[in-house]
């Protein structure tokens, strides 16, 4: 897929959002986009379910939340990625490269499609929002998600359609496990 899903309109949104940039923005976001940002996020839901939670229904649910960010994972960057091949708006190749402001070089990879980081976060969203049952956890988590995939569209390293299918894999895959655990481990993935 040499075009974006979306066409001209994932073409005119990644270079509008990217545009409206500044340097303090851009320290921001790389900050916010970064992989430590995200593992400190993880270890914080991590010590939540310690804290909230019996032992054994804490260690599975950090057991599957793992599960469920690898599925996820796996399946945007393994299966589809190599199989669209649909470039980064980022990559020199791509036509509309030359229309973004790239921030501290940073160009991600060759292909974009679908967003990794658009599934994982919302694969940890949803699946935490799915078994704690906290509106405000829910509401927070969504709002982490949001920002990240807001990142990577400052960064001009995903187009919006990377970023909506990205989100409706890592929510489907959180599903998926959720439903499968409740099935599989019922007494430990009750309701608290």
Known sequence: MSQPLFGTADNNIVVAVNNCHSQFM???VLTITNFWFFVAVVICIYAYSFYKERYPRALLFCALLIVTVGCSDFLCASIIRPAVQQLRPTNPDNPV??????????TGGKYGFPSCHAANSFAIAVFSALWFRRKWMAIVLIAWALLECHTRLYLGVHYPSDIVFGMAIGSLMACIIYILSKRVFPLLSGAV
């Not at 490269?97 to 501290?104: K, P, R």
Request: charged content about 15%.
């Open 26 to 28: 851009d320290d921001c």
């Open 97 to 106: 490269h030359a229309m973004l402001h790239i921030v501290h070089g940073y």
